[in-house]
Every structure is written in structure tokens, then in C-alpha cells.
């Protein structure tokens, strides 16, 4: 990677953790679906982490096919970053209890809801705008 790369990677992702939160599209079948989400940012493990519903549809969409797109978007300091990633679902209880904040509990009452999932996104590919 080139001193430019490494530059742009860790401005995209200085921007995505100040933006905070992401549009996540999703394939369902033929249809794109996007849903705002509350992102937590691990730059140094290269994963976008979202708490999500089992008993939404998200989950069946992302196993079926796993590319998504996530958008980031502050209109108003005009700072945007898309990226294309792969997602995996799971039941990971310890990263559930270690993400669950405040935002978290506009969906759920605890982290110990059983229906709460780690959706975990490994970005492929990102452009930003600033």
C-alpha cells in the first residue's frame, strides 16, 4: 500500500467514526433496502460492527448474499464515505454486552435480549468525499 493509500484508508475512516452513523443496503432479491444503523468502528481489526434484530430481515437477506454497501453522510459539513464490505451475522454474546450503549437501548432493554445480533462489516473497498 502506498503512503496515498494508507492516507485516504485512515481519512475514511476518521470520518466514518466522526459521522457515526450509516445507511446499510442490503440485496433482497431483486430490491436494494437501506436501514439507518448505529456503527462501531474497530479500524485496526478492518470491521464496521451494527447491533441488529433477529427478528428483522436483514439477517436472511445478509445470508444470502453477504456484499453490502454502507453510506455515510454529513449533508451539512458536506463529508461523505461509501464503502462496499462483506457482512456476517452472529450470536457473539461477549461482543453483543461490549457494543451495546446508548443507542442501543432506543431497540432493546438489556443486552441480554436474546433477539440481538453482531452484524460485522469487512469494508472492501471505500471512497470518501470532504
Known amino acids: 500500500m502506498t503512503n496515498d493509500n ?3 484508508a485512515e481519512r475514511a475512516w476518521e470520518l466514518m467514526q466522526k459521522i457515526g452513523f450509516a445507511m446499510l443496503v442490503t440485496r433482497d432479491g431483486d430490491k436494494l433496502r437501506a436501514r439507518p444503523m448505529s456503527a462501531y468502528l474497530e479500524p485496526d481489526n478492518n470491521a464496521i460492527y451494527f447491533l441488529t434484530d433477529a427478528r428483522r430481515h436483514k439477517d436472511d437477506e445478509i445470508a444470502r448474499d453477504p456484499g453490502v454497501n454502507l453510506s455515510f453522510a454529513d449533508a451539512s459539513a458536506q463529508k461523505y464515505v461509501s464503502l462496499t464490505g462483506t457482512a456476517v451475522v452472529s450470536n457473539d454474546r461477549a461482543k453483543i454486552k461490549e457494543l451495546f450503549s446508548t443507542p442501543a437501548k432506543a431497540w432493546w432493554d438489556s443486552a441480554e435480549d436474546p433477539n440481538i ?3 460485522k462489516i ?3 473497498d471505500a471512497e470518501y468525499w470532504d
Open 122 to 124: 469487512t469494508p472492501d
Open 117 to 119: 445480533r453482531v452484524l
Open 6 to 8: 494508507a492516507r485516504d
